[in-house]
């Protein structure tokens, strides 16, 4: 009985103060002190507030106790790995790993740092990002700027070993800069970085997908890049699972040819899907360039998830991505097959308590249909 009453309070606790920081998010915190100021600025400042306030212990556990929502119903293993829940932070954002003391402690199943690449990678000329309110979406041409994977590794290792419950992906990606070469350097760069992530993460993302590089998109625009890339890979022994970022725009059977090549491969899982480049009937200025986030890519992302589901199945699992800003659509994510959901664009828009209304309301939804585990819905509608 006292277990039951102290986790009623408890639970009532954490929906009320959720409550309240979405009302200060929307009303005080977004427009006062988010954006009022330019995306770049408002991106680099969120950075700067996660590295400060990851040395205040007592500000983390008041995270935790008011935000952190827990659930038996979300627990799920994928890949062999063990998740509190199944949402992650795609990589993007956190590009140097800064932020996984705060996820950790506000409730998240994982976080994927970067995509970092074998070189220091300045990155794409600024600004970086542009704002879609109209759209719930960001113009996103940011081109990989990172610290390098020498220095991102590291950090991604030591986040994940002291986590309280939150895993820890890498995204690694071919540096984007002035010493780009031919085929044969890109896979060197991207095994540079698998050398330098194999066993030091809970899984590692190989990004063949971002829009916004000088050597534009080479390992997806052919299967048999795409070969020689995994040929490579394939030779370093890694024990954690590996998923692949895939990209958004490709039909059905240019998508398949490459999950083809990939089914012969060390992969286990697919991340779908890369920002969105379609921007036809989007009023959108001619010189912003980039690719879009957010609900752009919410329709083209869960079809290309149902289809892989309904024709591989099981060999791959799916990590779900784009558009995520209520438990509907999670639940519509999973119900289409993804057994892992990532966003970013929601935590700009909402702020960082959504990953709470997440997971309350994905919870309340899988009671409501009856399932007893996250796991029992995932490809349901597929």
Partial sequence: MTYVSENFWHDAVNKATTD??????????????????????AHSQMIEFCKVTRNIPPLMWLCREMLDYTDPILETNVMGVDFANPFGLSAGLDKDCEMPVLLDNVGFGFETVGSTTSRPCPGNPRPWFHRLPEYDSMMVHVGLANEGSAVVIPRAENAWTKAKNMQVSVSIARTNDDKTGDLDEGIEDYCISMRRAAGRTAMVEVNISCPNTMAGEPFNESPEALDKLFTELDKIDRPQPTLVKMPLNKTWPEFKDLLDVLAEHNVQGLSIANLQKDRTGMNIPRDWEGG?????????????????????????AIAGIGGVFTPKQAYEKIRSGSSLVMFISALMYRGPQQITVLKRGLAELLRKDGFEHVSEAVGIDA
């Fill in 20 to 41: 309240l920081f979405t009302f200060g998010y929307k009303h005080i915190i977004k427009p006062h002190f988010v954006f009022n100021h330019t995306p770049d600025v």
């Fill in 292 to 316: 879009l986030s957010g609900s752009p890519c919410y329709a083209a992302s869960n079809e290309h998830i149902r289809q892989v589901y309904r024709e591989y199945g099981d060999r791959f």
